[in-house]
């Protein structure tokens, strides 16, 4: 026998005038340097299962159980056929991530003009983001949360974004075509109650270039971008931004002003691994670092952020980068420089 309707009523003003229960989410974003030499190279890689890197990256990923993980080094392909077979091995470690998104990235892309004015075209340096084929070392987004609407900022042009720093470093005819994101910049909508927009990016690094600084003023600017695009509702900005507030080189204006914005909140991600082992000559907290250049150039540096709004309830954050010795550091060590870094957000409620 069915309800009656009074009482079908009932319970469900019952059930609207109670309060919504809290959810906490992690929210992650990591840089696994899972990028090849050639398209398809690290599918094959996934697929044989022996790759030591690529298993390293699925331990630290398990280990670290984000509900919402951004990949910013990692190959794009047309028909997301690496990104599935990742998400398949991370199934086997425990981890399922029904939801995948990959947008073509400006890495690769060709742009049929001379970008770095040697006279050459159709090079690395002349694709809107470096890369030697489609979608190297491209961007993607696992989830366990259904993904809503996105918006793609990658077309914009560089010299659309205002107060730019452009200067000499691009032609007339290069500016009309470069665009601002090396990588990509995208507005992404995680579906929890309410919409919690993702607002992810991976910046060039600001090296590689020369006295006209090209990518270190390109740098700048893909950070500032997200000064001028943060949205009304709740969000997450998080990224590879390739700069550290205060060592190593970049113009470090960029990264300081988005810190210092009082739309967001810094929940200052630590870990042991960075504490042990931090540079003499840097002058931030090594604690704070989340990559290590096994070369010792340019050392430890903070260049990936997980930064929410500041309206949204932060009840946890880390580095994933255990100290020596530590369970961890080893995988941490073998899947990349770079570390994975997380954010507890309570969601609702």
Request: glycine fraction near 10%; charged fraction near 20%.
């Given at each position: 026998?069915?309800?009656?309707?009074?009482?079908?009523?009932?319970?469900?003003?019952?059930?609207?005038?109670?309060?919504?229960?809290?959810?906490?989410?992690?929210?992650?974003?990591?840089?696994?340097?899972?990028?090849?030499?050639?398209?398809?190279?690290?599918?094959?890689?996934?697929?044989?299962?022996?790759?030591?890197?690529?298993?390293?990256?699925?331990?630290?990923?398990?280990?670290?159980?984000?509900?919402?993980?951004?990949?910013?080094?990692?190959?794009?392909?047309?028909?997301?056929?690496?990104?599935?077979?990742?998400?398949?091995?991370?199934?086997?470690?425990?981890?399922?991530?029904?939801?995948?998104?990959?947008p073509q990235p400006?890495?690769?892309?060709?742009?049929?003009?001379?970008?770095?004015?040697?006279?050459?075209?159709?090079?690395?340096?002349?694709?809107?983001?470096?890369?030697?084929?489609?979608?190297?070392?491209?961007?993607?987004?696992?989830?366990?949360?259904?993904?809503?609407?996105?918006?793609?900022?990658?077309?914009?042009?560089?010299?659309?974004?205002?107060?730019?720093?452009?200067?000499?470093?691009?032609?007339?005819?290069?500016?009309?075509?470069?665009?601002?994101?090396?990588?990509?910049?995208?507005?992404?909508?995680?579906?929890?109650?309410?919409?919690?927009?993702?607002?992810?990016?991976?910046?060039?690094?600001?090296?590689?270039?020369?006295?006209?600084?090209?990518?270190?003023?390109?740098?700048?600017?893909?950070?500032?971008?997200?000064?001028?695009?943060?949205p009304d509702a709740?969000?997450?900005?998080?990224?590879?931004?390739?700069?550290?507030?205060?060592?190593?080189?970049?113009?470090?204006?960029?990264?300081?002003?988005?810190?210092?914005?009082?739309?967001?909140?810094?929940?200052?991600?630590?870990?042991?691994?960075?504490?042990?082992?931090?540079?003499?000559?840097?002058?931030?907290?090594?604690?704070?670092?989340?990559?290590?250049?096994?070369?010792g150039k340019p050392?430890?540096?903070?260049?990936?952020?997980?930064?929410?709004?500041?309206?949204?309830?932060?009840?946890?954050?880390?580095?994933?980068?255990?100290?020596?010795?530590?369970?961890?550091?080893?995988?941490?060590?073998?899947?990349?420089?770079?570390?994975?870094?997380?954010?507890?957000?309570?969601?609702?409620?």
């Amino acid at each position: 026998m069915g309800l009656k309707p009074a009482l079908l009523t009932l319970f469900s003003a019952a059930a609207l005038a109670s309060p919504a229960v809290a959810e906490t989410l992690r929210i992650a974003s990591f840089d696994p340097e899972l990028t090849r030499k050639g398209p398809g190279l690290l599918l094959r890689d996934i697929r044989r299962g022996k790759d030591p890197q690529i298993l390293a990256a699925a331990m630290v990923i398990a280990e670290v159980n984000p509900d919402v993980l951004l990949l910013t080094g990692f190959d794009w392909d047309h028909d997301r056929a690496a990104l599935r077979a990742f998400a398949q091995l991370l199934a086997r470690s425990g981890v399922d991530y029904p939801h995948l998104l990959s947008p073509q990235p400006n890495r690769g892309m060709a742009s049929g003009a001379d970008l770095d004015g040697d006279g050459k075209l159709a090079e690395a340096d002349d694709s809107q983001g470096w890369g030697s084929f489609t979608g190297q070392n491209g961007m993607a987004i696992l989830s366990r949360i259904p993904l809503g609407e996105v918006t793609d900022y990658g077309p914009t042009l560089w010299r659309d974004l205002p107060g730019h720093l452009i200067g000499e470093a691009l032609t007339p005819e290069a500016a009309a075509v470069q665009r601002l994101s090396s990588g990509g910049h995208w507005d992404v909508e995680i579906l929890t109650q309410p919409p919690l927009h993702l607002l992810a990016f991976a910046a060039t690094a600001p090296v590689f270039d020369g006295p006209e600084d090209r990518n270190g003023r390109r740098n700048h600017d893909e950070i500032a971008f997200w000064r001028t695009h943060l949205p009304d509702a709740p969000f997450v900005l998080a990224g590879n931004a390739n700069l550290d507030p205060q060592d190593g080189d970049g113009r470090h204006e960029a990264i300081r002003a988005l810190l210092a914005d009082s739309r967001l909140t810094d929940p200052l991600p630590r870990s042991d691994g960075a504490e042990a082992a931090p540079d003499p000559d840097h002058k931030g907290d090594p604690a704070l670092d989340t990559a290590d250049w096994p070369d010792g150039k340019p050392g430890n540096l903070r260049v990936t952020y997980v930064l929410p709004a500041r309206r949204l309830a932060v009840t946890g954050s880390g580095v994933f980068w255990p100290a020596k010795g530590q369970p961890g550091s080893q995988a941490a060590a073998a899947a990349s420089p770079h570390k994975l870094v997380w954010v507890d957000l309570e969601i609702g409620g």
